[in-house]
T-cell receptor
Framework: DTAVSQTPKYLVTQMGNDKSIKCEQN?????MYWYKQDSKKFLKIMFS???????INETVPNRFSPKSPDKAHLNLHINSLELGDSAVYFC???????????FGQGTRLTVV | GNSVTQMEGPVTLSEEAFLTINCTYT??????LFWYVQYPGEGLQLLLK?????DKGSNKGFEATYRKETTSFHLEKGSVQVSDSAVYFC??????????FGTGTQLKVEL
């Protein structure tokens, strides 16, 4: 019954690989997000989608490509992984732009 | 641009002590303000929010009052418990739909 669920929870991969993180929300929300939390716990938004359309794209390398196949899903694909990509990635959703955001449990990505 | 400044941690308290975690913000107009909590190994959970000046958000014994004159949203709890040990994030939302977070404050509560 998890509201916002991400898979996998942990991901360890080598530099140069391509990986995806999946996110699904069962709240019927229109807006979904990806946030990155670095090793110092600092959280910063990466992307925001509203009804499958990209709304926010912060200064994120092109290697990161979000994909929203439908309103309930927002997946994050990362090409050519680098050591600096190691972080915890959080998916979130909200009913609309002004509503409270609900977060998933996070995906801890470790690039070795 | 918008920004949130939180007191640096870690904050270490004994059980039943009074807690204050300072948060100040910079934003134009009237942002909505939030406190999120991240328990060890878990995602972020909304703790409380306030959407206009002088509003007080409260939940689980925690409170924060939206002070426009001092651009602050300090988090307080009268008596902390070991189970309150977590990282607390102050955040704002002003226009658009992205949250701007502070750097987080780690709270450790000891017996």
């Amino acid at each position: 019954d998890t509201a916002v669920s991400q898979t996998p929870k942990y991901l360890v991969t080598q530099m140069g690989n391509d990986k995806s993180i999946k996110c699904e929300q069962n709240l019927g929300h229109d807006t979904m997000y990806w946030y990155k939390q670095d090793s110092k716990k600092f959280l910063k938004i990466m992307f925001s989608y509203n009804n499958k359309e990209l709304i926010i794209n912060e200064t994120v390398p092109n290697r990161f490509s979000p994909k929203s196949p439908d309103k309930a899903h927002l997946n994050l694909h990362i090409n050519s992984l680098e050591l600096g990509d190691s972080a915890v990635y959080f998916c979130a959703s909200s009913q609309d732009a002004t509503a409270v955001a609900f977060f998933g449990q996070g995906t801890r990505l470790t690039v070795v | 641009g918008n920004s949130v400044t939180q007191m640096e941690g870690p904050v270490t308290l004994s059980e039943e002590a009074f807690l204050t975690i300072n948060c100040t913000y910079t934003a134009t107009g009237y942002p909505s303000l939030f406190w999120y909590v991240q328990y060890p190994g878990e995602g972020l959970q909304l703790l409380l929010k306030a959407t206009k000046a002088d509003d007080k958000g409260s939940n689980k014994g925690f409170e924060a009052t939206y002070r426009k004159e001092t651009t602050s949203f300090h988090l307080e709890k009268g008596s902390v418990q070991v189970s309150d040990s977590a990282v607390y994030f102050c955040a704002l939302r002003r226009g658009g739909n992205k949250l701007t977070f502070g750097t987080g404050t780690q709270l450790k509560v000891e017996l």
